[in-house]
């Protein structure tokens, strides 16, 4: 027998929970987490972090408790090709003391022993809920710090208490606009580029930056995968800004074209459908400069596929029919998601983001199927009354969401931070196919109790 509609536990959360098909399209979205539901969702100062993170050059202290800099640190599994100081975690450790009394000197004095011993480019210092509540002038602070050491000292104002984590983005977005257009850009191409929003997990800004040089495209910068200090402060002389994750990134690219007339465009890396698409429509932005460019352009996708559809074929004969289940931090993994599992002939029941706006739900509604459930800023509760509802073979997220899963008996995809698998590209949509299709057919699922069949594996086991 299906599973019954679960009834939504928390009435305050009605509005962020939308079933194609039932009722007119309306969602809220962009809401500070309902108290009590234990959001999926992540605070200001995580919002921060994660953006600003992998640059890997750059010293990131944190300026609050110690468990502040403990629950970010490492946050994303974002690689480098040379430096690896991002990957330190550092904190002023504040204690009792520095709340009655003020924590300013502590910070100064972190600031000045961090920067003599490791030598960044530069510093970002983020604020916590304590330094917002006590009062501490981190601006005052890294502006001295700054004169005296003759390096960027950046204060990212990310009081955890500010708002949700789409606050967070906006001020890292605030300390990076801090750089740009503080660097030389002699030697930059007119054919040439800014990636934003993308935090090489697993390499991929790699595969991406090989796709452009293929084509002709010179990147100037990676914001802020495998970022570098001296390429972001050049990052206003590149052509165009390219923004994958617009919730992360689109608040600097909206500064850059304000500031320096920097067009930019919205891509997705994910799936092989938004993969061309992004490729062609970065060569259509200089055809003009580069007749050739679309040529390549065709060439590189063609090159690609020749080899990937076969692959996909094979995967799509055994998926076919089978449910998955989505939710992730960027909607805009959302969309090209549902689109590489309509590939893989499988059918998207319930998909859903932390951070989606309305615009983003508003697509998410174009795309899907009817009945397909569209959540905002989800809870544990929720999330597990959807899987059980739906009866999914496979439940796509993050680190929070993996629990949910197996406690369920449903198979898991990790495509968030701390995954070691690139997913990006032609090639990251072979692995993710191959990831879904080991995870679904696995017999494991022979002997685990599993969505309507629990009755029937008891069975089996007396």
Not at 277 to 294: C, E, G, H, T, W
């Given at each position: 027998m299906p599973a019954t509609k679960p009834q939504v536990i928390f009435e305050e959360r009605k509005g962020q929970i939308y079933r194609k098909g039932e009722e007119p399209f309306h969602m809220s979205c962009n809401r500070d987490s309902l108290a009590g539901a234990v959001s999926q969702r992540a605070c200001v100062f995580c919002g921060s972090r994660v953006v600003l993170y992998p640059i890997a050059d750059a010293l990131h202290l944190v300026h609050g408790p110690i468990g502040c800099a403990v629950y970010t640190w490492d946050?994303?599994?974002?690689?480098?090709?040379?430096?690896?100081?991002h990957r330190l975690s550092f904190s002023t450790d504040l204690q009792e003391k520095d709340v009655i009394f003020g924590g300013e000197e502590k910070l100064r004095m972190a600031l000045l022993e961090l920067i003599n011993r490791h030598?960044?480019?530069?510093?970002?210092?983020?604020?916590?809920?304590i330094v917002g509540i006590i009062g501490d002038d981190l601006a005052a602070v890294c502006k001295r710090v700054s004169k005296e050491k003759g390096?960027?000292?950046?204060?990212?104002?990310?009081?955890?208490?500010?708002?949700?984590?789409?606050?967070?983005?906006?001020?890292?977005?605030?300390?990076?606009?801090q750089l740009v257009g503080t660097g030389n850009t002699a030697n930059v191409s007119p054919v040439s580029i800014n990636i934003l929003g993308d935090f090489n997990l697993a390499g991929e800004i790699w595969i991406i930056r090989n796709y452009f040089e293929r084509m002709g495209v010179q990147t100037v910068a990676n914001i802020t995968g495998d970022g570098r200090v001296d390429d972001i402060r050049r990052a206003h002389g590149a052509a165009l800004n390219v923004v994958q994750c617009s919730g992360a990134t689109l608040d600097l690219a909206k500064m850059m074209k304000e500031a320096y007339g920097t067009p930019f465009i919205r891509v997705s890396y994910f799936g092989v459908e938004d993969m061309a698409d992004s490729l062609y429509a970065v060569a259509r932005f200089f055809q003009n400069k580069d007749p050739q460019i679309m040529t390549r352009t065709q060439e590189l996708v063609r090159e690609e596929l020749s080899v990937l559809s076969p692959k996909l074929q094979e995967f799509r004969q055994a998926l076919s029919g089978k449910k998955a289940a989505i939710y992730v931090g960027g909607a805009f993994k959302a969309f090209s998601l549902v689109k590489a599992f309509r590939l893989l002939g499988m059918k998207v029941v319930m998909v859903g983001s932390q951070t989606g706006t309305k615009e983003d739900y508003e697509e998410l509604q174009e795309i899907t199927d009817e009945g397909t459930i569209i959540?905002?800023?989800?809870?544990?509760?929720?999330?597990?009354s959807f899987l059980?509802?739906?009866?999914?073979?496979?439940?796509?997220?993050?680190v929070k969401e993996r629990p949910i899963a197996y406690k369920l008996g449903v198979g898991?995809?990790?495509?968030?931070?701390?995954?070691?698998?690139?997913?990006?590209?032609?090639?990251?949509?072979?692995?993710?196919?191959?990831?879904?299709?080991?995870?679904?057919m696995s017999p494991v699922w022979?002997?685990?109790?599993?969505?309507?069949k629990e009755k029937s594996c008891k069975q089996n086991r007396r």
């Amino acid at each position: 027998m299906p599973a019954t509609k679960p009834q939504v536990i928390f009435e305050e959360r009605k509005g962020q929970i939308y079933r194609k098909g039932e009722e007119p399209f309306h969602m809220s979205c962009n809401r500070d987490s309902l108290a009590g539901a234990v959001s999926q969702r992540a605070c200001v100062f995580c919002g921060s972090r994660v953006v600003l993170y992998p640059i890997a050059d750059a010293l990131h202290l944190v300026h609050g408790p110690i468990g502040c800099a403990v629950y970010t640190w490492d946050i994303r599994g974002a690689l480098s090709s040379g430096p690896e100081l991002h990957r330190l975690s550092f904190s002023t450790d504040l204690q009792e003391k520095d709340v009655i009394f003020g924590g300013e000197e502590k910070l100064r004095m972190a600031l000045l022993e961090l920067i003599n011993r490791h030598h960044p480019q530069a510093a970002f210092v983020y604020s916590t809920c304590i330094v917002g509540i006590i009062g501490d002038d981190l601006a005052a602070v890294c502006k001295r710090v700054s004169k005296e050491k003759g390096i960027p000292v950046i204060p990212v104002q990310s009081e955890g208490f500010k708002g949700n984590k789409r606050e967070g983005y906006n001020a890292a977005c605030k300390a990076l606009f801090q750089l740009v257009g503080t660097g030389n850009t002699a030697n930059v191409s007119p054919v040439s580029i800014n990636i934003l929003g993308d935090f090489n997990l697993a390499g991929e800004i790699w595969i991406i930056r090989n796709y452009f040089e293929r084509m002709g495209v010179q990147t100037v910068a990676n914001i802020t995968g495998d970022g570098r200090v001296d390429d972001i402060r050049r990052a206003h002389g590149a052509a165009l800004n390219v923004v994958q994750c617009s919730g992360a990134t689109l608040d600097l690219a909206k500064m850059m074209k304000e500031a320096y007339g920097t067009p930019f465009i919205r891509v997705s890396y994910f799936g092989v459908e938004d993969m061309a698409d992004s490729l062609y429509a970065v060569a259509r932005f200089f055809q003009n400069k580069d007749p050739q460019i679309m040529t390549r352009t065709q060439e590189l996708v063609r090159e690609e596929l020749s080899v990937l559809s076969p692959k996909l074929q094979e995967f799509r004969q055994a998926l076919s029919g089978k449910k998955a289940a989505i939710y992730v931090g960027g909607a805009f993994k959302a969309f090209s998601l549902v689109k590489a599992f309509r590939l893989l002939g499988m059918k998207v029941v319930m998909v859903g983001s932390q951070t989606g706006t309305k615009e983003d739900y508003e697509e998410l509604q174009e795309i899907t199927d009817e009945g397909t459930i569209i959540v905002d800023d989800s809870n544990p509760l929720e999330l597990s009354s959807f899987l059980k509802e739906k009866e999914v073979d496979i439940f796509v997220g993050g680190v929070k969401e993996r629990p949910i899963a197996y406690k369920l008996g449903v198979g898991f995809c990790d495509h968030n931070h701390e995954r070691k698998e690139a997913l990006e590209g032609f090639v990251g949509m072979f692995n993710f196919a191959q990831e879904v299709y080991n995870t679904v057919m696995s017999p494991v699922w022979h002997f685990v109790p599993r969505r309507g069949k629990e009755k029937s594996c008891k069975q089996n086991r007396r």
